[in-house]
C-alpha cells in the first residue's frame, strides 16, 4: 500500500528554521487537500496548516507568519517551510492527503517526524 513518508525533522535551536517534506511512497490520486498536523506529548493533535489544491491556504494562528506550507501538485507532494521555531512548536509533525483510493476518497497520513525545538 502507498504511503506518506515525511522527511526534514530534527533539533534545531529556538528561532532556527526546519523544513518538512512529505511525499507519497508511489503512484497515488490526489484530489483534495495536503497538509501538516502536529501532536506533542499529552496534546491532541492539532492542524498546523493545509493547501488545497487551487493553491489557498489556512493556517493556525499559532504559526502564521512563521511558517509556510506548499503543495506540488504534479508530485503530489507537500513541504512545510518552518521559520522562527518556539520551544512550544517540539512535536510529531504528520503530513495528511485526501486521496482516491479504490474509488474510495480517503485521507492518507504519514508515519510522523519530529521536531524538537530547544537550547
Known amino acids: 500500500q502507498v504511503q506518506l513518508v515525511e522527511s526534514g525533522g530534527g533539533l534545531v535551536q529556538p528561532g532556527g528554521s526546519l523544513r518538512l517534506s512529505c511525499a507519497p511512497s508511489g503512484d497515488i490520486v490526489v484530489i483534495g487537500a495536503m497538509g501538516w498536523y502536529r501532536q506533542a506529548p499529552g496534546k491532541q493533535r492539532e492542524l498546523v496548516a493545509t493547501v488545497f489544491t487551487g493553491g489557498r491556504t489556512n493556517y493556525a494562528d499559532s504559526v502564521k507568519g512563521r511558517f509556510t506550507v506548499s503543495r506540488d501538485n504534479a508530485k503530489n507532494t507537500v513541504t512545510l517551510q518552518m521559520s522562527s521555531l518556539k520551544p512550544e512548536d517540539t512535536a510529531v509533525y504528520y503530513c495528511?492527503?485526501?486521496?482516491?483510493?479504490?474509488?474510495?476518497?480517503?485521507?492518507?497520513w504519514g508515519q510522523g517526524t519530529q521536531v524538537t525545538v530547544s537550547s
Open positions: 495528511k492527503a485526501t486521496v482516491l483510493s479504490g474509488g474510495r476518497v480517503l485521507d492518507y
